[in-house]
């Protein structure tokens, strides 16, 4: 137990549904953020929120939409995606960002599937 | 850009073996580094850490030491155990990064 829950931990989505992941930390932490793995490649940072503002969007497709409406509290808007989207998604949080950022504290992920 | 370069899996090895996984990094400052690990289902847990050139990170009988020089931040262990089976990320911050880079991560197999 990490103190980072993510839901659903699996989702199944056809290409015009819309769905949202979520992610709750009961660290106190002021920053979070989510991660996308997929097999083979580095993990990639989409987007980062300090105190409920973002800070980082790393050219995410707008198919994908973060929402942040307090610092527990973090969810991923998903429309129209594409097969290619088919991924684990990762949320995690720390305490600060950067260089003091020290730890990533990381949830279980969310393993959606786009058909 | 900044990155992280690990060795590609998988890394299959009997018990009681020595375990080297490779990591090296481009930075364009003096990062903090990482090692993560992924144990199946599971998210990543911070393994081990460094901030600094010449310091060792260490912990659960793994250690890596921070090379400057070589740019690396090899992992290592002396005698690996089937429990140890995970896939590795090797991580590091950077003054005005605002969150970690990570490796492609390289999964080990211990086979019994």
């Known amino acids: 137990e990490t103190g980072v829950t993510q839901t659903p931990r699996h989702l199944v989505m056809g290409m015009t549904n819309k769905k949202s992941l979520k992610c709750e930390q009961h660290l106190g932490h002021n920053a979070m953020y989510w991660y996308k793995q997929s097999a083979k490649k580095p993990l990639e940072l989409m987007f980062v929120y300090s105190l409920e503002e973002r800070v980082e969007n790393n050219s995410v497709p707008s198919r994908f939409s973060p929402e942040c409406p307090n610092s527990s509290h973090l969810f991923l808007h998903l429309h129209t995606l594409q097969p290619e989207d088919s991924a684990l998604y990762l949320c995690?949080?720390?305490?600060?960002?950067?260089?003091?950022?020290?730890?990533?504290?990381f949830g279980e992920g969310s393993r959606l599937t786009v058909l | 850009g900044d990155s992280v370069t690990q060795m590609e899996g998988p890394v299959t090895l009997s018990e009681e073996a020595f375990l080297t996984i490779n990591c090296t990094y481009t930075a364009t400052g003096y990062p903090s580094l990482f090692w993560y690990v992924q144990y199946p289902g599971e998210g990543l847990q911070l393994l081990l850490k460094a901030t600094k050139a010449d310091d060792k990170g260490s912990n659960k009988g793994f250690e890596a030491t921070y090379r400057k020089e070589t740019t690396s931040f090899h992992l290592e262990k002396g005698s690996v155990q089937v429990s140890d089976s995970a896939v590795y990320f090797c991580a590091m911050s950077d003054t005005g990064r605002r969150a970690l880079t990570f490796g492609s991560g390289t999964r080990l197999q211990v086979q019994p």
């Open positions: 995690a949080s720390s305490q600060g960002l950067g260089q003091t950022t020290g730890e990533l504290f």
